[in-house]
């Protein structure tokens, strides 16, 4: 199964793809799509939109996993990060395939074991089931590569949600 796992934002939207086979991850690519800040929102969004599209079909992935939001003190960022998941939502829905979504909480239990897990534990953990000799860098692209891994252990135990 290959699995695309989305950290959206707006400025920077981080995408992981892994090949799930045999209780086994593998690494196929990841990376960050970003925008310029000076652009209009709807530009930024559109160019989201159209790099998650390119990916979609690069890749064909089996199953695409998109991160809930967490509540973010900063309104003003929660939105616009919002407006980004639901690029993202729109897009992977558009391509036909299945869409999951898994919370930050259900995310770092299935990569750490533990939900209330610090960004450098579950990167660590992302480098050690992934097999892979640094950690994926910037932080939004090892965090999709998390979303992919929960969605690969979630869909094993046959708790997609």
């Given amino acids: 199964?290959?699995?695309?796992?989305?950290?959206?934002?707006f400025a920077i939207t981080g995408y992981g793809v892994v090949k799930y086979e045999g209780n086994k991850f593998s690494v196929l690519d990841y990376g960050v799509i970003t925008t310029e800040a000076s652009l209009p929102l709807a530009r930024r969004l559109l160019t989201v939109g159209e790099g998650l599209e390119e990916l979609i079909k690069r890749h064909n992935p089996d199953a695409i996993s998109i991160e809930e939001l967490f509540f973010n003190k900063n309104t003003r960022t929660a939105l616009n990060v919002g407006h980004g998941r639901g690029v993202a939502l729109l897009t992977a829905a558009k391509s036909g395939?299945?869409?999951?979504?898994y919370t930050p909480l259900?995310?770092?239990q299935s990569v750490v074991g533990y939900g209330r897990a610090e960004k450098a534990q579950i990167q660590h953990m992302v480098k050690v089931i992934l097999n892979l000799q640094a950690t994926?860098?910037?932080?939004?692209?090892a965090d999709a590569l998390a979303v992919a891994i929960c969605h690969g252990h979630s869909h094993k135990l046959g708790r997609i949600v």
Avoid: N, R, S, W
Wanted: glycine fraction near 8%; hydrophobic fraction near 40%.
């Fill in 1 to 9: 199964m290959i699995i695309m796992g989305i950290d959206p934002g």
């Fill in 106 to 108: 259900q995310v770092k």
């Fill in 97 to 101: 395939k299945e869409v999951f979504e």
């Fill in 136 to 141: 994926p860098k910037p932080d939004d692209a």
